[in-house]
């Protein structure tokens, strides 16, 4: 073990107190302690059962490899099955709706996550870290709203999805007025830091994304290992449109999809080779998820939800339940499951709880999991009342075993196959009622539970009515009193220039 802040790591449970009892006492000129380093890798559209350790077909030997050194978890759950306000969420420890940030930006949008809101950077910088992001950010586009606003030491990244980008191979096969509005989004920049080093990529800059970012996050190690780090690595895949690089392309036999996850996979095999190399293997917690489920309306370029109901752009649990794998030799158990609830608001304040960074000043919704990253033998889902909203309306509401549907529209495929070719089918519109699920049993979603469980029903019913109180409704008509607004550009600003 390197020279750790002791005290803190049994503040934070990863030490017991007889080990802390027999660490000598440093002396009075040690050099300050070393908090523990982060890579957080985090996939689009990465379905439930698309990956090996969650019975996902496509090979994936680097993700096995993690898993098997690390801990799974069953139950994780993102805020939102839509990107940018997943990745509020994930990056704020808040469900998206209190930071102001609903469904996905876009090139026309005129706002951003807060200056106000504090990131999983900001905490960790303050601590004393080297931070990045190497992939797409989409958290507003504009140079006020990007990665080196919100704590970032350095970015290099996409500004929002590949897919909004005038040259989609898909949108020649849309309705007219569909594929028009969409050719008519302007170029895709790549952009280092504040410089838009590529204003137009093309097809071929895509299949060196995945590539491209993994070797600028192996780089940024390599150079900042000398002080603690985080590394944000917020992959373009496997969101459509589907690239991979020569290395990777038609070499799975399985299709597009699965050549895009392979290289996925490759990518966190770079990262776990770069921490052997650099000798932090022991130092870092490396944790891999997915920002929402699979885009199933895309077919044969789509992934899978596994046993999962519907999927990405729905609160059905194929649309929030991801994959979740955590990694630190000697501080998570190897090889083991976690099958308490958890969600993606856990990650900023159980990293701030390990680094010892303190919390963001404003009200946040996660909570410290360390417990259940350790494997402790009482450890509990933290959460009793976690509400779930898409497009500001309340469609859900759970804790660690049930969870309370309440009546919404959503988009399904009605049983009907995906797209194929990169094309999607058309969604149709249902209609979801009131009904309470047992998603130990049922994790399909299938059985209404409420004459059963009158007393579970009841509390969830509750616990809506406050949420709604607290971060509003759009289908009660609800305006929450908690929600902080997401910031807007001003006369003024600087703007991003295509």
Same mark, same amino acid.
């Not at 990107?83 to 994930?90: G, L, P």
């Not at 930071?99 to 026309?108: E, N, Q």
């Not at 500004?159 to 170029?187: C, I, V």
């Not at 190690?221 to 944000?232: D, T």
């Given at each position: 073990?390197?020279?750790?802040?002791?005290?803190?790591?049994?503040?934070?449970?990863?030490?017991?107190?007889?080990?802390?009892?027999?660490?000598?006492?440093? #002396?009075?000129?040690?050099?300050?302690?070393?908090?523990?380093?982060?890579?957080?890798?985090?996939?689009?559209?990465?379905?439930?059962?698309?990956?090996?350790?969650?019975?996902?077909?496509?090979?994936?030997?680097?993700l096995?490899?993690?898993?098997?050194?690390?801990?799974?978890?069953?139950d994780?759950?993102?805020?939102?099955?839509?990107?940018?306000?997943?990745?509020?969420?994930?990056?704020?420890?808040?469900?998206?709706?209190?930071?102001?940030?609903?469904?996905?930006?876009?090139?026309?949008?005129?706002? @951003?996550?807060?200056?106000?809101?504090?990131?999983?950077?900001?905490?960790?910088?303050?601590?004393?870290?080297?931070?990045?992001?190497?992939?797409?950010?989409?958290?507003?586009?504009h140079?006020?709203?990007?990665?080196?606003?919100?704590?970032?030491?350095?970015?290099?990244?996409?500004?929002y999805?590949n897919?909004?980008?005038?040259?989609?191979?898909?949108?020649?096969?849309?309705?007219?007025?569909?594929?028009?509005?969409?050719?008519?989004?302007?170029?895709?920049?790549?952009?280092?830091?504040?410089?838009?080093?590529?204003?137009?990529?093309?097809?071929?800059?895509?299949?060196?994304?995945?590539?491209?970012?993994?070797?600028?996050?192996?780089?940024?190690?390599?150079?900042?290992?000398?002080?603690?780090f985080?590394?944000?690595?917020?992959?373009?895949?496997?969101?459509?449109?589907?690239?991979?690089?020569?290395?990777?392309?038609?070499?799975?036999?399985?299709?597009?999809?699965?050549d895009?996850?392979?290289?996925?996979?490759?990518?966190?095999?770079?990262?776990?080779?770069?921490?052997?190399?650099?000798?932090?293997?022991?130092?870092?917690?490396?944790?891999?998820?997915?920002?929402?489920?699979?885009w199933?309306?895309?077919?044969?370029?789509?992934g899978?939800?596994?046993?999962?109901?519907?999927?990405?752009?729905?609160?059905?649990?194929?649309?929030?339940?991801?994959?979740?794998?955590?990694?630190?030799?000697?501080?998570?158990?190897?090889?083991?499951?976690?099958?308490?609830?958890?969600?993606?608001?856990?990650?900023?304040?159980?990293?701030?709880?390990?680094?010892?960074?303190?919390?963001?000043?404003?009200?946040?919704?996660?909570?410290?999991?360390?417990?259940?990253?350790?494997?402790?033998?009482?450890?509990?889902? #933290?959460?009793?009342?976690h509400?779930?909203?898409?497009? @500001?309306?309340?469609?859900?509401?759970?804790?660690?075993?049930?969870?309370?549907?309440?009546?919404?529209?959503?988009?399904?495929?009605?049983?009907?196959?995906?797209?194929?070719? @990169?094309?999607?089918?058309?969604?149709?519109?249902?209609?979801?009622?009131?009904?309470?699920?047992?998603?130990?049993?049922?994790? @399909?979603?299938?059985?209404?539970?409420?004459?059963?469980?009158?007393?579970?029903?009841?509390?969830?019913?509750?616990?809506?009515?406050?949420?709604?109180?607290?971060?509003?409704?759009?289908t009660?008509?609800?305006?929450?009193?908690?929600?902080?607004?997401?910031?807007?550009?001003?006369?003024?600003?600087?703007?991003l220039?295509?």
């Amino acid at each position: 073990m390197r020279n750790h802040d002791h005290r803190a790591l049994l503040l934070a449970g990863l030490l017991t107190a007889p080990l802390l009892a027999q660490a000598p006492s440093p #002396p009075a000129a040690a050099a300050a302690p070393r908090a523990p380093n982060v890579v957080l890798v985090l996939i689009d559209d990465l379905g439930y059962g698309d990956i090996g350790p969650y019975g996902g077909s496509t090979p994936t030997p680097h993700l096995d490899r993690l898993a098997r050194e690390g801990r799974r978890f069953t139950d994780f759950s993102v805020s939102s099955a839509v990107c940018s306000a997943s990745r509020a969420a994930i990056l704020t420890g808040c469900v998206h709706e209190r930071v102001g940030i609903r469904g996905a930006l876009g090139p026309d949008a005129q706002h @951003g996550l807060a200056a106000g809101e504090t990131t999983i950077a900001e905490l960790l910088r303050a601590r004393g870290y080297a931070t990045a992001c190497f992939g797409k950010w989409h958290l507003g586009h504009h140079p006020r709203f990007l990665p080196p606003s919100h704590g970032f030491d350095e970015w290099f990244g996409i500004p929002y999805s590949n897919d909004m980008w005038p040259l989609h191979p898909a949108y020649a096969d849309l309705p007219k007025e569909t594929a028009k509005r969409k050719q008519g989004y302007p170029p895709l920049p790549l952009i280092d830091g504040l410089k838009v080093v590529d204003a137009e990529v093309d097809a071929a800059d895509q299949r060196t994304l995945t590539r491209r970012f993994t070797e600028r996050a192996v780089d940024f190690i390599e150079r900042r290992r000398s002080q603690p780090f985080f590394v944000y690595l917020p992959h373009a895949m496997v969101h459509v449109p589907l690239f991979a690089s020569d290395a990777f392309d038609g070499k799975t036999g399985k299709g597009r999809f699965a050549d895009a996850l392979a290289e996925v996979d490759w990518s966190v095999g770079q990262l776990l080779d770069c921490l052997d190399r650099c000798g932090l293997a022991d130092d870092t917690l490396v944790l891999f998820t997915s920002d929402n489920g699979p885009w199933l309306s895309y077919g044969d370029h789509a992934g899978s939800a596994g046993p999962l109901r519907e999927g990405k752009g729905t609160m059905w649990e194929g649309g929030v339940r991801v994959p979740f794998v955590a990694r630190w030799p000697g501080r998570v158990p190897a090889g083991t499951t976690c099958d308490e609830f958890a969600a993606t608001i856990d990650l900023l304040p159980t990293l701030a709880a390990l680094a010892d960074a303190g919390r963001p000043a404003l009200p946040i919704d996660g909570h410290d999991i360390a417990p259940l990253l350790r494997g402790d033998a009482d450890a509990r889902s #933290p959460h009793d009342a976690h509400g779930g909203w898409y497009d @500001g309306q309340l469609r859900s509401v759970r804790d660690g075993r049930f969870k309370l549907v309440l009546p919404h529209r959503y988009q399904t495929l009605a049983g009907k196959t995906g797209g194929q070719g @990169g094309a999607p089918a058309p969604y149709q519109q249902s209609e979801a009622k009131q009904a309470l699920y047992d998603l130990r049993a049922d994790p @399909g979603e299938r059985t209404d539970v409420s004459a059963a469980h009158p007393d579970v029903l009841a509390r969830l019913l509750r616990a809506a009515e406050a949420l709604r109180g607290e971060l509003g409704d759009t289908t009660t008509g609800r305006k929450g009193a908690a929600v902080r607004p997401a910031d807007r550009l001003a006369d003024g600003d600087e703007r991003l220039r295509w």
